[in-house]
T-cell receptor
Framework: GQQVMQIPQYQHVQEGEDFTTYCNSS?????IQWYKQRPGGHPVFLIQ?????EVKKQKRLTFQFGEAKKNSSLHITATQTTDVGTYFC??????????FGTGTRLQVFP | DGGITQSPKYLFRKEGQNVTLSCEQN?????MYWYRQDPGQGLRLIYY???????QKGDIAEGYSVSREKKESFPLTVTSAQKNPTAFYLC?????????????FGPGTRLTVT
């Protein structure tokens, strides 16, 4: 079945450093969504990418969808302590269900 | 206030007992979902419903049951057949159930079975 993997599983950075998480699917995706879950909280939708090669920005966050629509990345510039949490990608493949990635937990040290 | 509510926030049960987790939404969404999250893990789909009176099994449906008698409500029953029920349970909804729309999550219920 369809699988969505994320790397790295954990990332610890010093405040001000950049951070990137990568999402890879075993199948071509119709779209990809990104969510953020703060410690002890619930996932919150960040963005959706639909087109091949699409790039979207939200302040310090940059999201990319690969040309082959099988991978995606989230890049945070100059991390802040408020960026702490787990970032999940979720892709829509050949089924009618979103498949969530394994998540990347980000820890930011002040 | 529009959103999804789950209750209770924490739930403790003895092994062998069935327990029902509540999920209500007032977003007028057609689709609703139940996910399970274990410590340090991603989200695994238990059941989902794209419309009232209809639901489908997700990836880990064994030991769980659901109903969708009203658009607003999608309760999940964790039965005694579920081998490892202790987990964080998240309910979500979306405008439609074809994966093209963002999912809104409730605050979750932490279930502990001893």
């Amino acid at each position: 079945g369809q699988q969505v993997m994320q790397i790295p599983q954990y990332q610890h950075v010093q405040e001000g450093e950049d951070f990137t998480t990568y999402c890879n699917s075993s199948t071509t995706l119709s779209n990809i969504q990104w969510y953020k879950q703060r410690p002890g909280g619930h996932p919150v939708f960040l963005i959706q990418l639909v087109k091949s090669g699409e790039v979207k920005k939200q302040k310090r966050l940059t999201f990319q969808f690969g040309e082959a629509k099988k991978n995606s990345s989230l890049h945070i510039t100059a991390t802040q302590t408020t960026d702490v949490g787990t970032y999940f990608c979720a892709g829509l493949g050949g089924t009618d269900k979103l498949i969530f990635g394994t998540g990347t937990r980000l820890q930011v040290f002040p | 206030d529009g959103g999804i509510t789950q209750s209770p926030k924490y739930l403790f049960r003895k092994e062998g007992q069935n327990v029902t987790l509540s999920c209500e939404q007032n977003l007028n969404h057609d689709a609703m979902y139940w996910y399970r999250q274990d410590p340090g893990q991603g989200l695994r789909l238990i059941y989902y419903s794209q419309i009232v009176n209809d639901f489908q099994k997700g990836d880990i449906a064994e030991g769980y049951s659901v109903s969708r008698e009203k658009k607003e409500s999608f309760p999940l029953t964790v039965t005694s057949a579920q081998k490892n029920p202790t987990a964080f349970y998240l309910c979500a909804s979306s405008r439609e159930g074809v994966g093209a729309y963002e999912q809104y999550f409730g605050p979750g219920t932490r279930l502990t079975v001893t």
